[in-house]
C-alpha cells in the first residue's frame, strides 16, 4: 500500500513541473487524494462490501470533484492533473503511467451489461474534456486530443482528434484521414446532400429540356418561321 503511494506520488513530479515539494504534493493535489480514495474503495469493492465501497468513493468525489467507480481497475502511477469533472465508469480498466486532464470521461454508450467501459493502454494521454465512450480499447504510447470524442479502437502509437475521434498520426507519421474507417458523420451527411442535389438539378434539366418547346418564346419563334 505505502509502495504504490509512493509511485502516485512520484508520477506527480515527474508529469507537473508546478509540483514543488512532497508537502504540497501530498495535501494540495485532488488529483492524488482521488486515486487513493479509490484505491481504498476499490479494495473494499472486492471484498464484496459495495455500499461502503460507495460511500468511500462519493466521500472521495465530495472533496475532488473526481468520480471513479469502486469496480474501476487502476494501474500504477495515474496522474490526474486539474482532475474537476473527471469520471471513470465500472469495469475501466486503466494501464500504468497514464495521465489524465481535467473533465474527462471514460464511460459507457448506453445501459449495456458486462464490459461497456473502455480499456486504457500504459503511457496514454487523454487531454482536458476528451470523451471515450463504450468497450474499446486505446492501444498503449496513444494520445487523445482535448475534447475528442473516441467511440472507436485505437491502435498503439497513435494521436487522436476530433469528433467523432480521427486518428492523426500513427507511428509518428501522419495519416490521411479521409482514408481512415473511424466514421465521420458530418462528411457521410455532406456527401449525401451533394448526391440529392445533383439528382435534383439532373431532374430539373430534363424538365426544362421537356418544357423548351412551349416556352412562349419557342413558341414566338415557330410563329414567325
Not at 82 to 92: K, R
Not at 96 to 115: F, P, R
Amino acid at each position: 500500500m505505502f509502495k504504490s503511494m509512493k509511485s502516485d506520488i512520484r508520477a506527480v513530479f515527474d508529469n507537473d513541473p508546478a509540483a514543488r515539494s512532497l508537502f504540497e504534493v501530498v495535501f494540495t493535489y485532488s488529483g492524488l487524494h482521488a486515486i487513493w480514495a479509490h484505491r481504498v474503495a476499490h479494495k473494499l469493492y472486492t471484498w464484496r462490501r459495495f455500499t461502503l465501497a460507495r460511500i468511500v468513493s462519493q466521500v472521495g468525489r465530495f472533496f475532488t470533484g473526481i468520480e471513479i467507480h469502486p469496480g474501476a481497475k487502476i494501474g500504477n502511477r495515474l496522474f490526474i492533473d486539474h482532475g474537476m469533472g473527471i469520471v471513470i465508469g465500472e469495469t475501466c480498466e486503466i494501464g500504468d503511467d497514464v495521465v489524465v486532464y481535467q473533465g474527462v470521461t471514460l464511460g459507457g454508450t448506453g445501459k449495456e451489461k458486462g464490459k461497456r467501459h473502455p480499456t486504457i493502454g500504459n503511457n496514454v494521454v487523454i487531454g482536458s474534456g476528451a470523451k471515450v465512450l463504450g468497450s474499446i480499447t486505446v492501444g498503449d504510447q496513444s494520445n487523445i486530443g482535448s475534447n475528442s470524442v473516441v467511440l472507436k479502437e485505437v491502435p498503439p502509437n497513435s494521436t487522436v482528434v476530433g469528433i467523432p475521434g480521427q486518428i492523426v498520426r500513427q507511428h509518428g507519421r501522419k495519416v490521411d484521414r479521409l482514408s481512415h474507417q473511424m466514421p465521420d458523420p458530418s462528411h457521410d451527411a455532406i456527401c449525401e446532400l451533394r448526391r440529392q442535389i445533383g439528382e435534383l438539378q439532373q431532374e430539373l434539366d430534363k424538365v426544362r429540356q421537356e418544357a423548351e418547346p412551349y416556352t412562349p418564346r419557342a413558341v414566338k419563334n415557330r410563329e414567325q418561321n
